[in-house]
T-cell receptor, first 114, second 113 residues
Framework: ELKVEQNPLFLSMQEGKNYTIYCNYSTTSDRLYWYRQDPGKSLESLFVLLSNGAVKQEGRLMASLDTKARLSTLHITAAVHDLSATYFCAVDGEVIQGAQKLVFGQGTRLTINP | DSGVTQTPKHLITATGQRVTLRCSPRSGDLSVYWYQQSLDQGLQFLIQYYNGEERAKGNILERFSAQQFPDLHSELNLSSLELGDSALYFC????????????FGPGTRLTVT
């Protein structure tokens, strides 16, 4: 059974600092997704990573995927308070009889302090 | 705004009751997925419908059921509610039967008292 683990689960950091969130998954998968969730709100899609070595950047966030290591990273550069949120990674599970489900990590709650 | 709508936004009900949550997918999307998000279980996939047919099942309790109608909107029915069913329920939609590029609705917060 596919397991997706994020590290760390809680992260408190200061504005202007850099940090990385890690997402490990247990079995081979084609795609990896990163989502952002603000408290009490829905999930917003940030990145879809499709292949080994894929790197995507949007503003201060950059995501990368290493399918051989089964690892994705979400790097935050020069953090600002607006990036405070919970970040989820998710991985496509196995295709069974034409059906497939997303398996989510536990989420990383990021708090950025002035 | 993802284009996925869910009603109601909030629901407060008592144990043992039954509720129905509604989801309308984005225009053109054929798949609807239901998720439950709670503090102790995290984000859990419940069930997927594609073009009116059940496609994939996750950790959905027998007390829960869903369906997708010809106009592609979907309903999630929760019965014999327990305190532990209190959670945020999200639906998401996508064009294809596989989950690439899912768009999430705003969620329904269910509180069981």
């Amino acid at each position: 059974e596919l397991k997706v683990e994020q590290n760390p689960l809680f992260l408190s950091m200061q504005e202007g600092k850099n940090y990385t969130i890690y997402c490990n998954y247990s079995t081979t998968s084609d795609r990896l997704y990163w989502y952002r969730q603000d408290p009490g709100k829905s999930l917003e899609s940030l990145f879809v990573l499709l292949s080994n070595g894929a790197v995507k950047q949007e503003g201060r966030l950059m995501a990368s995927l290493d399918t051989k290591a089964r690892l994705s990273t979400l790097h935050i550069t020069a953090a600002v308070h607006d990036l405070s949120a919970t970040y989820f990674c998710a991985v496509d599970g196995e295709v069974i009889q034409g059906a497939q489900k997303l398996v989510f990590g536990q989420g990383t709650r990021l708090t950025i302090n002035p | 705004d993802s284009g996925v709508t869910q009603t109601p936004k909030h629901l407060i009900t008592a144990t043992g009751q039954r509720v129905t949550l509604r989801c309308s997918p984005r225009s053109g999307d054929l798949s609807v997925y239901w998720y439950q998000q709670s503090l102790d279980q995290g984000l859990q996939f419940l069930i997927q419908y594609y073009n009116g047919e059940e496609r994939a099942k996750g950790n959905i309790l027998e007390r829960f059921s869903a369906q997708q109608f010809p106009d592609l909107h979907s309903e999630l029915n929760l019965s014999s509610l327990e305190l532990g069913d209190s959670a945020l329920y999200f639906c998401a939609s996508s064009v294809e039967s596989l989950p690439y590029e899912q768009y999430f609705g705003p969620g329904t917060r269910l509180t069981v008292t």
